[in-house]
């Protein structure tokens, strides 16, 4: 559904038909030029664990709120009939299914990044840009570049390198896994 202009809009376009790959990119003030870099997010190595990019999803505003640690990744648990969360693993299908989220740099369970890119608090350097990540099954709220490979492990990708340098992804967990055995 498209939504109605309220008013007239001016566009300035580029003098050119562009060349292949390439999209219309607007500075916000209608002023268009030919582009080719997809801005994915404006993360740095020097941000802190759990910092996220722009338009990327968080679940806020969970009634119960209990620290956790940034750039982990969680599994939503419950406890007692309320929410809770976890840290996830791998060496299990109690630890590694279910829903996943990432817990952002505010340090409490109520904002947890459910997609988007994020600063892990895991190492995968030596990824390079588009390489997979897998829940790990070696340590609780890791991830890693190689997939889990022991009997009763879960494989289960959570994402994509984005910056393997400075443990940054786009979070993006399947809802499938397979179990080894």
Known sequence: MCKRLSADYTLTLPPDSGDE???LETDGS??????????????????????????????????????VTAGNIYRLASGGGNLTFANAQANSEANGSGMLFVATNAGLSTEMLIEGVVKISSSISGGVPGDLVYLSDTSAGGALLTAPGSQGDLVRIVGYVIDGTNGIIYFNPSSDWVELS
């Open 30 to 67: 209608g002023v268009t030029t030919w582009s080719g870099n997809l801005k994915v997010s404006k993360l740095s190595g020097s941000q802190s664990n759990g910092a996220f990019g722009i338009n990327s999803k968080t679940a806020l505003d969970w009634t119960s709120s209990f620290s």
């Open 21 to 23: 790959g390439k999209f």
